[in-house]
Structures are given as C-alpha cells and as structure tokens.
C-alpha cells in the first residue's frame, strides 16, 4: 500500500522531449477560403494581420467586425464610426475589401442566442476552411466571449478544418507560428491607418515587440512572427478541455 501511494506522489516528468519544445511553423498556402471575426477595429491587424498579407493570392478572405467599435460608451459618439472607416482603409491595405459589420454593443458582448446565431450564419454562408479568431485565453470579455462563440459553432460545419486563435490581450498557448518577416512594414501600414486606435495606446510597439518575442522560435536575427493555438476538427483539445473547467471555475467564483 505504502508503495501504491508513493507511485502517485511521484513527480512524473517526461525524460524523451526535445531540449526546446517549439511551436510548428505553419504553412499558410494550403488555405483556400478565410473568415477572420475581428471584435473591435485593429484587433485583426494587430493579432494576423501579417499573416492575412501572407496568404495565397487565390485564398477568399471575408472579415467580420463583430462589435460597433464604440468603445463602450466611455469614448466619443462619432468615434464608432470613424474606428469602422479606418479599419475598412486599413484592411484594403492588406488586400481586404470583403468586410462584414454584426454591429454587437462594444464592450458588451456576452455568449447569447442572438451573437451565437449570427456567428453560425456567417460560418455557413462563407463556408471558410480555415477561421480566425481571438483566443479563448485572452484577457478581453469581449474577445474571450467570441472566442468561445466561435468554438462553440465552427465544427459543425464541415467544411472548417481549423480554428487559429490570436493573441492581443494576453500571449496564447501558441501552437503554431508564421514567420512574417518578410510582411512587417505591411502589417505596419496597415496599422497606422487605425489612428483612433493609435491615440489610445501605443499598439505600434507593444505588437511589434510581441511579434519580434514570437519570431525567437525562428532561430534567425530580426524575425518576426504571428503566434496562434490552433484547433482542429479532427480532434478536441485536451488544453480546451482544461481551458473549458477553468471558465467554469471563473464562473463559479463569479469573476
Ligand atoms: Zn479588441
């Protein structure tokens, strides 16, 4: 008995991995039909927006700005509109003109029928192969809601083969990653034309540097990359199984 109890108390480490256990590095060609929900200007550009410059000239991209990018109340009325127009500016810089608006309340999006079923919608009328969105992990209520709206629906579509989930707010569980050095001054671009974004929060930096920390796993100098924790539909996630008790303990202590 006393051995039996002594094998649980063990610390088990596994002895047979590589000294580094890096992210893959993904192959963007193989994507054919891209849907991208964004949950306020900038959020798409910050998280892909290298890795949507990157994707094959034949690949469909649609975005899907999920929030009205008002700010929640506690910035100007005309702001909303203004984020919206030069988001749809900064995206055209990519090479995205196929945008869609859910119009949800900014800082207010919550799991509900109503944001779950326009989700579904646009998944079943792009019929993407491939979906982005924020990562469940994130430190944003509205991005960790989408998240989960989003994972919640995806597979049951067949055509979604997987789900790339972005980091902003908080490093993910990276996966994955794209090396976007060759489209930094792009991604760049594309950003300064978010200037309401820009006035907020120097995101200019603080991405550029998230993208330079991610580009270490390519083991060259001045690399840049896109970290995501990707999903697939042929099997569930033991980190989403755990990342689904931990909202639930969230819940529970009402957090
Ligand atoms: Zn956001």
Redesign the pocket.
Known sequence: MHKFIQRFRQPKFPTDLPLCQLPSVLDVSMARRVLVFA??PD?EVLGCGGTLALLPSDCQIRLVLVTDGSGGGDLPPEIGPRRRKEWAESLAHLGITDVTYLNAPDAAVAPEPIWLGLIAAEIKAFQPDWIFSPSMTDY?R??MAIAQMVHSVCFEFACVKQLLMYE?WAPTWATHIVNITPVVTRKREALLLQKTSLEYGNYLQAIEGLNLYRGLYLGFPNASAEAFWIVSAARSSWRMVCHRFWLRWLNWVGI
């Open positions: 949950p306020h959020d944003h509205d991005h902003i």
